[in-house]
């Protein structure tokens, strides 16, 4: 993957329950990239994908969420 942010999950696996950018494959080949948490101590992760369906997924890779934007004037 290009990008130096993203983490290789077999190299390092973020704390659980916080919430981080993934990547992962999906059946049909297409990439697919989620905002997800690691329930528990195993590389299993859950996102929503409507809002309100939980999927799990195991992602090749993730990355910390960036930091919100500055409010307006700073």
Not at 14 to 30: H, M, Q, R, S, T
């Amino acid at each position: 993957m290009q990008g130096n942010n993203w983490v290789k999950c077999s190299d390092s696996l973020p704390p659980e329950d916080i919430i981080v950018i993934v990547y992962a494959k999906a059946e049909d080949g297409e990439d697919e990239i989620g905002i997800a948490w690691r329930e528990d101590t195993s590389r299993t992760f859950i996102f929503y994908d409507d809002g309100k369906t939980q999927l799990k997924c195991r992602p090749t890779h993730w990355m910390e969420c960036p930091l919100p934007p500055m409010p307006e004037g700073e």
